[in-house]
């Protein structure tokens, strides 16, 4: 049984080709986006000289799924990144960035624990096993993008307006600009 509290190692091999360390067998980049949907963290080596690419093949599989009109990125969000490279923006986005995924996952968490306890069914017996089935359910519907406590929430049940959600980005963009000062 493999330890899933550790990142999966894959290693790269001249080849290029990707090797499961723990299966023994050769992976896809799509085998590497499905251990990440379920939850698994990965870490892809260089056999030869121990870099980490990881970062490399994680932006490779994010192009390939864009490409493949699967976009979850607006085109002004990208331009936004590249601009950030140039800039001294760059030194605030990958924090902004990651506190909005995790607000993001927290959001999704907390709703899924409200639902919980709202709903009066909750003390049917056998509940727990359903609702376990219909987040296993969300999360396969969503492509992974749930963290293993939290659900997606469907868009047409209260969804804040889209107005709203950027003057927030713009709000927290402001408020970075000024720690970077």
Known sequence: MADTSKPLLIKRYASRRLYNTE????????????FIREGRDVQIVDLKSGDDLTRQ?????????????????????????VRSYTTQASSVVPQFLAASFEMLRDGQSQLMENMAKANPM???????????????FLKAMTGGMMNAGGAKKDESEDAPDLDDIKKQLAELQSKLSRMGK
């Open 23 to 34: 299966t023994s067998d050769y992976v896809t980049l799509e085998d590497i986006a499905s």
């Open 57 to 81: 093949y994680l932006l490779q599989i994010i192009a390939e799924h864009e490409s493949k009109g699967e976009s979850v990125l607006p085109v002004d969000v990208l331009t936004d990144l």
């Open 122 to 136: 909750s003390k049917m017996p056998g509940f727990d096993a359903m609702r376990a089935q219909q987040e296993a």
